[in-house]
C-alpha cells in the first residue's frame, strides 16, 4: 500500500479538480436523466436542453440538436464550480474535516440553496417555491450524488497529504 499513498500525495491539485468534478458532475446528470425518466417517462436528455433554456431561453427547447451540447457544457460548469470550492474550503475550515456524512449533508445542502434560491430565480426570473418530496429528492440527489463524493474524496487526498 505505500506505493497508493504516494499516488496520493504526488496528485496535482487541478488533475484532483478535473477528475473529481468530472466524476460528481456525472454522477449528478446521470441522476437528473434518471429522475425526469421516472417521473415524466419521456426523453430524459431534454434535462439538457432545459439547462441551455437557462441561456438560449426558447430557442434551447425547440432548436437543434447542439442545445444538448450547451446544456452538458453549463451543467459541468456549475459542477465543476462547486467542486473547485469545495477543494479550497476543505483544508480551511476544521468542521468540515470532521464526519464525512455530516460534510455531504451540510455541503448538498449548501449547492441546493444556492442553485435553487439563487442561481435558478436569476436566470429563469421565477421565484423558489417548495414543492414537498421534489423538494427533498432534489436535495438529496445533491448529498449523495456530489456532497458524499466530494467529502469523501478530499478527506482522502488532505489526510495523505498531510503523512
Given at each position: 500500500?505505500?506505493?497508493?499513498?504516494?499516488?496520493?500525495?504526488?496528485?496535482?491539485?487541478?488533475?484532483?479538480?478535473?477528475?473529481?468534478?468530472?466524476?460528481?458532475?456525472?454522477?449528478?446528470?446521470?441522476?437528473?436523466?434518471?429522475?425526469?425518466?421516472?417521473?415524466?417517462?419521456?426523453?430524459?436528455?431534454?434535462v439538457l436542453r432545459f439547462i441551455?433554456?437557462?441561456?438560449?431561453?426558447?430557442?434551447?427547447?425547440?432548436?437543434?440538436?447542439?442545445?444538448?451540447?450547451?446544456?452538458?457544457?453549463?451543467?459541468?460548469?456549475?459542477?465543476?464550480?462547486?467542486?473547485?470550492?469545495?477543494?479550497?474550503?476543505?483544508?480551511?475550515?476544521?468542521?468540515?474535516?470532521?464526519?464525512?456524512?455530516?460534510?455531504?449533508?451540510?455541503?448538498?445542502?449548501?449547492?441546493?440553496?444556492?442553485?435553487?434560491?439563487?442561481?435558478?430565480?436569476?436566470?429563469?426570473?421565477?421565484?423558489?417555491?417548495?414543492?414537498?418530496?421534489?423538494?427533498?429528492?432534489?436535495?438529496?440527489i445533491l448529498i449523495v450524488m456530489?456532497?458524499?463524493?466530494?467529502?469523501?474524496?478530499?478527506?482522502?487526498?488532505?489526510?495523505?497529504?498531510?503523512?
Open positions: 500500500m505505500p506505493e497508493e499513498n504516494n499516488l496520493n500525495q504526488n496528485i496535482k491539485p487541478i488533475k484532483l479538480i478535473l477528475l473529481t468534478g468530472l466524476l460528481v458532475g456525472s454522477l449528478d446528470i446521470i441522476s437528473a436523466f434518471v429522475d425526469y425518466y421516472i417521473a415524466r417517462g419521456g426523453n430524459p436528455f431534454i441551455a433554456s437557462g441561456i438560449f431561453r426558447n430557442t434551447a427547447l425547440t432548436g437543434s440538436g447542439i442545445m444538448y451540447f450547451w446544456g452538458l457544457l453549463f451543467h459541468f460548469i456549475i459542477a465543476y464550480s462547486f467542486t473547485f470550492l469545495f477543494y479550497f474550503i476543505y483544508p480551511k475550515i476544521n468542521l468540515i474535516r470532521l464526519n464525512p456524512f455530516l460534510t455531504a449533508l451540510l455541503y448538498g445542502l449548501f449547492i441546493w440553496a444556492i442553485m435553487n434560491m439563487v442561481i435558478v430565480p436569476l436566470v429563469f426570473s421565477q421565484p423558489w417555491h417548495y414543492n414537498g418530496i421534489k423538494t427533498i429528492k432534489a436535495a438529496l456530489i456532497g458524499l463524493p466530494l467529502s469523501f474524496i478530499m478527506r482522502k487526498h488532505f489526510s495523505t497529504a498531510k503523512s
